[in-house]
């Protein structure tokens, strides 16, 4: 049938472009690995040139040259090796945590050593990027993250300055110092740039937490990947 005619016609047409693209240099000894051939085949056939499985079933129609290439388990950073060699990256690879403090016990010979702001609970931790052991949380990858805390101080006269600290510097803080309150918080959040196994945790800089810091909270998500 007329139809019939011009699919072989345009079978040929294909048959003919991935012969040529494929096995052009086998004369030169450069012979191409299928992977190769199979890759620079979908980028150079022409718009809407049906392409046919080894077992001859239903065609894909390629609509342009763009490749998209997808993996069922993505690496840790987001990014994956398709079969063809190809580093994709993976829109599925979620980042965020969120710990709180439950308990009022004072701080610990550690914590008064390091004061490191320790967490005992850990309500999200998509990706297991936050160690509640050391409270700290290591990126992933390099992109932006949004970073919050709430420190609360209870029965404490003293005034409060907790840090959030980058790689062992203090990026933002926050104070609470009102003496006529018997629970208060020190509350800030910001947007960070970070690399790949950049560090992020909370500092007492000021003050003490004596009489315990329960319903303190530290929470964090990748917005973006760069």
Same mark, same amino acid.
């Given at each position: 049938?007329?139809?019939?005619?011009?699919?072989?016609?345009?079978?040929?047409?294909?048959?003919?472009?991935?012969?040529?693209?494929?096995?052009?240099?086998?004369?030169?000894?450069?012979?191409?690995?299928?992977?190769?051939?199979?890759?620079?085949?979908?980028?150079?056939?022409?718009?809407?040139?049906?392409?046919?499985?080894?077992?001859?079933?239903?065609?894909?129609?390629?609509?342009?040259?763009?490749?998209?290439?997808?993996?069922?388990?993505?690496?840790?950073?987001?990014?994956?090796?398709?079969?063809?060699? #190809? @580093?994709?990256?993976? %829109?599925?690879?979620? =980042?965020?945590?969120? &710990?709180?403090?439950?308990?009022?016990?004072?701080?610990? /010979?550690?914590?008064?050593?390091?004061?490191?702001?320790?967490?005992?609970?850990?309500?999200?931790?998509?990706?297991?990027?936050?160690?509640?052991?050391?409270?700290?949380?290591?990126?992933?990858?390099?992109?932006?993250?949004?970073?919050?805390?709430?420190?609360?101080?209870?029965?404490?006269?003293?005034?409060?300055?907790?840090?959030?600290?980058?790689?062992?510097?203090?990026? #933002? @803080?926050?104070?609470? %110092?009102?003496?006529? =309150?018997?629970?208060? &918080?020190?509350?800030?959040?910001?947007?960070?740039?970070? /690399?790949?196994?950049?560090?992020?945790?909370?500092?007492?800089?000021?003050?003490?937490?004596?009489?315990?810091?329960?319903?303190?909270?530290?929470?964090?998500?990748?917005?973006?990947?760069?």
């Amino acid at each position: 049938m007329p139809g019939d005619a011009r699919g072989d016609a345009g079978r040929g047409t294909c048959g003919s472009e991935a012969r040529r693209v494929g096995w052009q240099k086998r004369g030169s000894g450069k012979v191409r690995t299928r992977a190769q051939a199979l890759a620079l085949l979908l980028l150079l056939l022409p718009a809407g040139c049906p392409v046919r499985a080894q077992n001859d079933t239903e065609p894909i129609v390629l609509e342009g040259k763009c490749l998209v290439v997808c993996d069922s388990s993505p690496s840790a950073d987001g990014a994956v090796t398709s079969s063809l060699g #190809i @580093s994709v990256r993976s %829109g599925s690879a979620k =980042v965020a945590f969120s &710990a709180t403090r439950s308990t009022n016990h004072e701080p610990s /010979e550690m914590s008064n050593r390091t004061m490191t702001i320790y967490f005992d609970q850990v309500l999200v931790n998509i990706g297991n990027h936050f160690d509640l052991a050391s409270s700290i949380f290591v990126a992933p990858r390099k992109g932006i993250y949004s970073f919050s805390f709430h420190v609360v101080k209870v029965y404490n006269r003293q005034t409060i300055q907790v840090s959030l600290m980058q790689n062992g510097y203090p990026v #933002i @803080s926050a104070f609470a %110092g009102d003496q006529d =309150v018997t629970r208060e &918080a020190a509350s800030n959040g910001v947007l960070l740039l970070m /690399e790949r196994e950049d560090k992020v945790h909370l500092k007492l800089e000021r003050g003490n937490l004596m009489g315990g810091w329960k319903y303190s909270t530290f929470s964090g998500f990748l917005v973006f990947p760069l």
